[in-house]
DNA sequence: TCCCAGTCAATATT
DNA sequence: AATATTGACTGGGA
């Protein structure tokens, strides 16, 4: 479907590769704002410009790792977003990309033309029948979705109190947990793997926003007990210096720069980075202001649909169709996302060695160490400030309707 | 073989 | 309908 997608060739991993430092937090909200700006959806989104599903675009949206922190391949959602918001026509593209999209649902739907059968809308075609009894399989290719393991309450209880004393539990630990709960050994071994990865971006995650951010609750689990991953973690708020504010999408900037480079020809030539520090402020500028604004607007749905789906995923992975804006005129080689100087810790990942401790346990419940404190500190005077505003709510309220403001 | 970072994709929530 | 959550997988590294 997409319009002109030649695969994308490799391109992005250089793009990658030599890229400045990004803040991945501005990145994201700044996306999230055009994407509720202009009603367009994740899946989208996600499918047409990032290559990812829309879950995973979720998580990406709403708690970006800082840069600092991610693996080169972890960066390229990243890139790729930011060359989206540089791209003047991105909002356009990808509304005609939702056009066609939609176009071809009716065409099915209604069989104006293509195989009739206007029965496939949604992921129809698996008449493999219920993915349950209905024999196991059989389904040359379905394979019968997978079932999922759905984690009762108690049992994630269990698990999180056994990660408390054990994050990496044993592999006789697991067994136990395993058969105790009755859950397959590689259930436990994989939800201890999701807990302490998903724990740790949390951490990190708190030492990011706190700045701005509204006082929202984004704990990861949902129920209780919360524990702040006590690794040694070398943590470092937020990826600190860059520009806080991203250049509003479409605002051109000032010099052309792109690669030209055979390959990378890709990327829309136009684009670049956005004036990430460089210039005089160099290293460690950083702090980011307090600017907050609001993000985040009710963008009320509209026009959806499911995919086409032609292969679940292969279909769009292959760079099924990231932008690119052809336009090779004028070109300079240079990158634009200038390669700073200081590549901060051009290290990908933190290596903080799990193993070597034993002392992971502790009750992380409480402790915190200064630098949450801070943080937590703030997210009190929020949340003493929401309160506030609530109770003044309630009272004025209560001059109507007493009753309906039991909270 | 174990761990992790990234993702997918089925479900849950909104 | 769109977005969030989360168990399972994949590919890399040590």
Redesign the pocket.
């Known amino acids: 479907m997409a319009p002109q997608q030649p695969p994308q060739p490799l391109g992005i991993q250089e793009l990658v590769a030599v890229a400045s430092e990004l803040d991945t937090y501005t990145i994201t909200k700044k996306v ?1 704002e055009v ?2 700006d202009n009603n ?7 499918e047409t410009v ?14 970006p ?1 800082p840069w600092h ?9 990243f890139v790729r977003m930011q060359l989206w918001l540089n791209d003047p026509h991105n909002v356009d593209k990808l509304r005609a990309m939702k056009k066609m999209e939609k176009k071809a649902y009716l065409k099915r739907r209604y069989g104006l033309l293509s195989t009739g059968s206007d029965s496939d809308s ?2 129809v075609r698996s008449e493999c029948v219920s ?1 349950a009894l209905a024999s196991l399989d059989l389904c040359p290719y379905s394979q019968a ?7 009762g309450a108690e049992e ?1 209880e269990e698990l999180r109190k056994a990660y408390l004393l054990e ?3 044993s ?1 006789n630990t697991i067994e136990v947990l395993a058969s105790q709960l009755h ?2 050994t ?13 724990m ?2 949390e951490v990190l995650m708190e030492g990011l926003q706190d700045n701005d951010m509204d006082a929202e609750p ?1 704990s ?3 129920s209780a007990t919360r524990s702040p991953p006590s ?1 040694g973690e070398d943590r470092r708020p937020p990826s600190g210096h860059i520009h806080t504010s991203l250049p509003h999408v479409k605002q051109e900037e000032e010099g052309g720069e792109l690669m030209k480079s055979s390959r990378v020809q890709c990327f829309s030539t136009a684009v670049q980075f956005p004036p990430l520090k460089s210039e005089h402020e160099d290293a460690m500028s950083g702090c980011r202001e307090p600017h907050l604004e609001g993000d ?1 607007q009710p ?1 009320p ?6 995919p086409p789906e032609e ?4 279909a ?2 292959r760079g099924g169709g990231v932008w690119e804006v052809p336009r090779g005129s004028a070109s300079s080689p240079g990158l634009m996302m200038s390669v700073s100087p200081v590549p901060s810790s051009s290290a ?5 060695p ?2 070597t401790s034993t002392n992971h346990s502790l009750d992380p419940g409480q402790l915190q160490s200064p630098k949450v404190n801070r943080s937590s500190q703030r997210r009190n005077e929020k949340m003493a400030n929401l309160n506030n505003i609530i109770h003044r709510l309630e009272r004025a309220a209560n001059r109507e309707e007493t009753l309906e403001w039991e909270f």
């Open positions: 999230k994407l509720t367009l959806g994740q899946r989208l989104f996600g990032l290559g990812l599903t829309q879950g995973s675009v979720s998580d990406l949206l709403s708690r790792k922190k991610l693996s080169l391949k972890g960066r390229e959602p949604p992921s993915p979705k997978k079932i999922r393991v759905v984690l994630k994050p990496y539990p592999q859950l397959k590689n259930t436990v071994i994989n939800w201890f793997h999701n807990y302490r990865s998903r740790r971006r984004h990861y689990s949902p690794e985040e963008g749905g509209s026009v959806r649909r499911r292969h679940p995923v292969q769009r992975r990908p990942i933190s290596p903080n799990p193993s």
